[in-house]
Every structure is written in structure tokens, then in C-alpha cells.
């Protein structure tokens, strides 16, 4: 369940009044506003697609799948009995070929139950996620935050996220777990 609007405006009261920076970041970046994105299978399928390329192949690679499914659409069950050589020729690698394929057998499956996973503590989805091909624990935090809406996930091993607090914090050294969550 997406989160309520009095729960993003705790969320944001805390944040400024526990951190003199963060309420800098919060002032300077205005209101809250985040879009989930309702298709969970759908938006597992890009965060793959986008991993180690830049933001424009990812996009041309995303527009190509999305014309080569057609009006089958880009469904488990469609996916799941696509040849990896018909993947391979909208621009995937072999690699991330192989870790759609292996998204869509688990989600057609329904070992892989998406629809349910909102009902799920942070560490069972992070937990049933990485089980899948392709799928680490920040593609499971980017999931968490952007398909669920969970508001209390810190992607710390992200190194844009790392890089900033180490700006804005003033460190010598990009800053480790523990440093990121303090």
C-alpha cells in the first residue's frame, strides 16, 4: 500500500528537525512527489535493462522491447516463452537476456508472487528478490522504494547516494554502511 500523505509529512517533519542538512536538501528540493510505478514485473524488467548502461541505451533498449512484445505486452507470461536470441536482438546482452527469462518463468510461475509482495517486511522482499538472476539487494531497494513506496529504505550501497552524503557531510571518504545510516 502506497504511502498516505500524513505519513510522508511525519516523515519529512522528522527528517528536519533531526538533521540540519537534510532539512537544507528537503528545503531546496521542495515537496515531496513520487509516481509509483504500478507495474511490478514491468518495472523489474527496466531496472534490469538499465543496469551498467547509460540512461540513454537503456531507454532505446526499453522502447525496442517494448515494441517487440507488442500487443502481448510485456507480461511473465508472454516473456517467459520468448527465445533469449529475440531478446538478444533488441540490444540485450546474453546475460540480461537470461535474467529476464528467469523473471518471467518465476513470476508466470508464481514462485515469485509480485502481486503479494507489498505485504511483505523489507527484508522478505529484498530476501525473495535476490533470488532471481539478475536481481541484487539495490535493484530490490529501487523496487522497494518505487514500486511499494517504502519510505524508510537507504540504498547505501549506491554509489550516487554515498557520493552525495559524502558531499554534503563534508567527508574525507566516501562513507561506509554504518556511516550512511547514522
Known amino acids: 500500500m502506497p504511502p498516505t500523505a500524513a505519513e510522508i509529512e511525519r516523515g519529512v517533519k522528522h527528517l528536519r528537525r533531526a538533521d540540519p542538512v537534510l532539512r537544507d536538501v528537503?528545503?531546496?528540493a521542495g515537496p515531496f512527489?513520487?509516481?509509483?510505478?504500478?507495474?511490478r514485473f514491468q518495472s523489474l524488467v527496466f531496472a534490469i535493462v538499465g543496469q551498467q548502461i547509460s540512461g540513454k541505451a537503456a531507454s532505446a533498449i526499453r522502447k525496442k522491447l517494448e515494441t517487440f512484445v507488442g500487443p502481448e505486452g510485456m507480461t511473465p507470461a508472454h516473456l517467459s516463452t520468448v527465445d533469449p536470441g529475440d531478446l538478444r536482438s533488441v540490444g540485450l546482452s546474453k546475460q540480461k537476456a537470461s535474467y529476464i527469462l528467469d523473471l518471467s518463468e518465476r513470476v508466470h510461475a508464481g514462485t515469485l508472487p509480485l502481486h503479494r509482495m507489498a505485504r511483505l517486511s523489507d527484508e522478505a522482499v529484498i530476501d525473495s528478490l535476490i533470488e532471481v538472476k539478475g536481481i541484487g539487494v539495490w535493484t530490490a531497494q529501487m523496487f522497494l522504494m518505487f514500486s511499494l513506496g517504502r519510505l524508510?529504505?537507504?540504498p547505501h550501497g549506491d554509489y550516487g547516494v554515498r557520493s552525495a552524503i559524502q558531499k554534503l557531510y563534508n567527508l574525507k571518504e566516501l562513507p561506509d554502511r554504518k556511516t550512511c545510516h547514522r
Open 152 to 154: 524508510d529504505v537507504l
Open 33 to 39: 512527489a513520487l509516481k509509483l510505478r504500478r507495474d
Open 26 to 28: 528537503i528545503r531546496r
